[in-house]
């Protein structure tokens, strides 16, 4: 996060508390509390694409655990605080263990079964005192100086909102953001490359508890009173509400949808029953109306969309200070010289066809195998087997002497197999840099805790180093800084190959690596491979342009109905009478 904003809405934030009256001061103080529970709701949303209807109820577990534990067992406020996050994270954890594994609405429909259970226990629970609430919150007091005042409750707040800020940014900018983000529109990508999507999602889940605990802590001591009400379902839908209006994919549209949803609120509420003449929730409807608009004309961006433009990241220059990321022990398994990928009677079948009936070839050392065969053959169902999305029902998949066909898709990138796919699969959204990196992922090791602090910074470094190095190869570091999805096709392609390369793998798969591209592209990605060979890397690819193929292969794998056909050459293939039976329907 820039320093510059960070400085200026301290400064505002500063001028702002010594000279607004108490009112203005109240409802700043409400937007604080409602942007953290926001900002949760953008990394939850925006950034994993998990709806949650049960942030409030988090909100209300960490205000109801710092009022029983300083009311009821008189412990600080401070103690409060470390209860109602434990809490709610436990909460999290066990609730995320059990609905983060569910897809579709399924998801949403039961953080909603959360929201509810958890409002109607805050209301019949004794101990909460029903839907009367808890009065006598005692006041937070720093160094002996109680924050009774809005001034001073208003310091705390921003404070908290802004630190959760540049935690929030910090984390999104390291490895483990970057994996973050990859999650909602390219979870296949991220596996692929040794990311547990499910274990982040859980993390994220837990992390945007913690923001709401932190409000509800705040809240309580603030209004010095809980009662249900404030945690109930439409709560949580407002938070939702908030996010789509500010921006869901901006840790600024938090804020900037919180500003804009209580001010309006605010206002809403004064000014309605004048024009409609009678009382009533009736904000609720202009709410509605105004989410129908915005989506229609700005979509996920919301306000902070239109407020800021797409800033682009600042180009990087590769230096040798920057270190290396270590690399595979490969020396002492070279010097068999034996096959590298061996494929064993591989059969897959799907209900009662079988796609593949017992492949068996290997893929030697420094050499480029291509599979080929007409449509429907079994090409993508072998390629998937051979990459770990598939579980082969029968057969062996050995990576030099290990087994890997049981492993789960992760582990195959951490044995040395790399991947493109057919139809390309970047994160939108990120920089070509940043798409690169995510290849080098399982090369590090580093938690959350430590990226949201920014400790990872020489981690960081290498990573970059290794993103460029790679860039460089497929002659792509001039536009790293530039947004993926905006480059062509041919492009796309090379960034995938650059960021399979960053896994610094023993064997690379492409998926149909020419589809689409032009005859010049063809001949450069051709010159690439073979490059990619002489220095030392094996080459497994599925493909349709048989001309590719042909010049580039040492051997061709021919797949029909399921089966190997033939194997050879490209000479001989070309020219074999059962090649030209499968393509053309009848020999040569
Ligand atoms: N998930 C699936 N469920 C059921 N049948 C499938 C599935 N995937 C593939 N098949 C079938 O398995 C056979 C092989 O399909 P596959 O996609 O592997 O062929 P292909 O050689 O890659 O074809 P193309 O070149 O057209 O992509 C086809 O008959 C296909 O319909």
Same mark, same amino acid.
């Given at each position: 996060m820039s320093r510059v904003v960070l400085l200026s809405v301290l400064v505002v934030l500063v001028v702002l508390g010594l000279s607004l009256p108490a009112y203005y001061l109240n409802v700043l103080n409400y937007v604080g509390l409602y942007g953290l529970v926001a900002l949760g709701v953008v990394l939850l949303t925006g950034v994993a694409g998990v709806t949650s209807f049960g942030q409030a109820a988090f909100v209300g577990l960490g205000a109801y655990t710092t009022a029983v534990a300083t009311i009821h067992f008189e412990l600080s406020p401070w103690i409060g605080l470390l209860l109602a996050v434990g809490l709610s994270a436990a909460a999290a954890w066990f609730i995320g263990m059990i609905t983060l594994r569910l897809s579709g609405h399924y998801l949403p429909l039961s953080t909603m079964a959360w929201g509810l259970s958890a409002y109607y226990l805050f209301g019949t629970i004794e101990m909460l005192g029903g839907h009367t609430g808890i009065s006598g919150v005692p006041p937070i007091s720093v160094g002996g100086f109680e924050l009774t005042s809005q001034m001073a409750i208003f310091g705390l707040i921003w404070v908290a909102l802004l630190l959760a800020l540049v935690l929030s940014a910090n984390l999104l900018e390291s490895r483990i953001g970057r994996a973050m983000r990859s999650i909602k529109t390219a979870r296949q990508t991220a596996e692929s490359f040794g990311i547990d999507t499910s274990k982040l999602r859980l993390v994220i889940f837990v992390y945007a508890s913690i923001l709401a605990a932190l409000s509800g802590w705040l809240y309580a001591h603030m209004l010095r009173f809980v009662n249900p009400s404030p945690f109930d379902l439409p709560a949580s839908i407002e938070y939702l509400f908030m996010v789509v209006v500010g921006g869901a994919s901006s840790l600024w549209g938090a804020v900037i949808g919180a500003a804009a949803l209580t001010g309006l609120q605010e206002f809403l509420q004064g000014a309605l029953p004048g024009i409609i003449g009678q009382a009533g929730q009736y904000e609720t409807i202009v709410f509605g109306l105004l989410i129908i608009v915005l989506l229609q004309f700005n979509g996920e961006r919301g306000v902070s969309g239109w407020l800021f433009k797409q800033v682009q990241p600042k180009s990087y220059a590769l230096q040798t200070q920057d270190g290396e990321l270590p690399r595979r022990a490969r020396d002492a398994a070279r010097?068999?010289?034996?096959?590298?990928l061996r494929l064993r009677g591989i059969g897959k079948s799907f209900g009662g066809l079988r796609a593949l009936k017992a492949v068996s070839f290997d893929v030697g050392q420094k050499e480029i195998v291509s599979i080929i065969g007409p449509n429907g053959a079994g090409k993508s169902t072998l390629f998937n087997c051979i990459t770990g999305v598939l579980r082969p029902d029968e057969g062996e998949l050995f990576l030099r002497d290990k087994e890997i066909s049981t492993q789960n898709v992760r582990k195959f990138v951490q044995k040395g197999v790399a991947r493109t796919f057919q139809h390309v699969k970047l994160v939108s959204g990120m920089s070509v840099l940043e798409n690169t990196m995510l290849g080098a992922h399982i090369r590090v090791a580093g938690g959350t805790i430590s990226a949201a602090l920014h400790l990872e910074r020489d981690q960081e470094k290498q990573l970059r180093a290794e993103a460029m190095k790679q860039l460089k190869r497929v002659g792509l570091d001039n536009v790293?800084?530039?947004? +993926? @999805?905006? !480059?062509s096709l041919g492009q796309q392609r090379l960034i995938e190959i650059a960021r399979a390369l960053c896994a610094d793998p023993e064997i690379l798969l492409l998926d149909?690596? +020419? @589809?689409? !591209?032009r005859q010049l592209e063809k001949q450069k990605l051709a010159s690439l491979l073979q490059d990619l060979r002489e220095d030392g890397l094996s080459i497994l690819l599925v493909e349709h342009d048989m001309g590719f193929v042909m010049g580039l292969s040492n051997r061709i794998v021919v797949i029909n109905y399921g089966e190997k056909l033939v194997e050879g050459d490209p000479a001989n293939v070309r020219t074999d009478p059962r090649v030209i039976q499968a393509y053309l329907g009848t020999a040569a």
């Open positions: 010097a068999d010289g034996g096959p590298l790293q800084h530039m947004d +993926a @999805a905006s !480059l149909e690596p +020419a @589809a689409g !591209l």
